[in-house]
């Protein structure tokens, strides 16, 4: 066991905000990496994730712990993004959670790795008008859109997405790529995505092949 990492863990889950900053600090100063943070954060959400679907965390409490996590990511991106050096980009996405969905701590997580693994990223945010997906990446040039949903209901946004890019003729040149909980590699396959990332490593891993494609 870490006990740096296992702290910061720990503080994410238990919504310690005034002791994160000083255990992230810590964890600099001890020799732990960005993405050694980075990794430990990651597992606290999913923690939090399930604590959540159990009934055992409500909102206020989930909303706590990403506050955290957010906060924390911003002290630690600097050295994520320095890890990757000065090499010229390897590809360009663009990102978001689709339209109707705010839930965006899997997709910060996404775009923060990708970013650091030497992808220039375009981040559209939470609750992204499907059209602005389409409409950005062929503005920035973008290899890849790369969405997210955490609900039913909007992950159907993707499928229009999708389509938007068959209708402009765009499909092959601009690829896409999703993720999020109830997504599965079936249902990529079924609207025509790209590529599914199940996870954060594996999202950087796919736009990485995307890219080369």
């Known amino acids: 066991m870490d006990n740096d990492l296992d702290n910061i863990k720990n503080a994410v889950v238990k919504g310690d905000i005034k002791g994160y900053k000083g255990l992230v600090e810590a964890a600099k100063a001890n020799g732990k990496t960005a993405h050694n943070i980075l990794d430990s954060m990651g597992e606290a959400m999913a923690i939090v994730g399930d604590l959540y679907a159990k009934g055992d965390y409500y909102l206020p409490q989930v909303l706590l712990s990403a506050e955290i996590f957010t906060r924390a990511l911003a002290i630690i991106t600097p050295d994520l993004k320095a890890s990757v050096?000065?090499?010229?980009a390897k590809g360009k996405v663009v990102c978001g959670v689709c339209e109707g969905d705010v839930h965006e701590i899997g997709k910060k997580l996404v775009a923060t790795l990708i970013g650091a693994a030497g992808f220039e990223v375009i981040d559209l945010g939470k609750d992204?008008?499907?059209d602005?997906?389409?409409?950005?990446a062929v503005e920035q040039k973008a290899d890849v859109i790369a969405m997210s949903a955490l609900m039913t209901t909007t992950m159907t946004g993707m499928k229009t997405v999708v389509d938007?890019?068959?209708?402009?003729?765009?499909?092959g040149s601009?690829?896409?790529m999703i993720g999020g909980a109830p997504i599965t590699q079936l249902y990529a396959d079924t609207i025509g995505a790209d590529a599914y990332g199940p996870s954060a490593q594996i999202a950087v891993e796919k736009a990485a092949m995307l890219c080369l494609k």
Do not use: Q
């Open 128 to 130: 992204v008008k499907l």
């Open 132 to 136: 602005s997906f389409v409409d950005t």
């Open 174 to 176: 601009i690829k896409t």
């Open 164 to 171: 938007m890019l068959k209708e402009r003729g765009l499909n």
């Open 85 to 88: 050096g000065s090499a010229p």
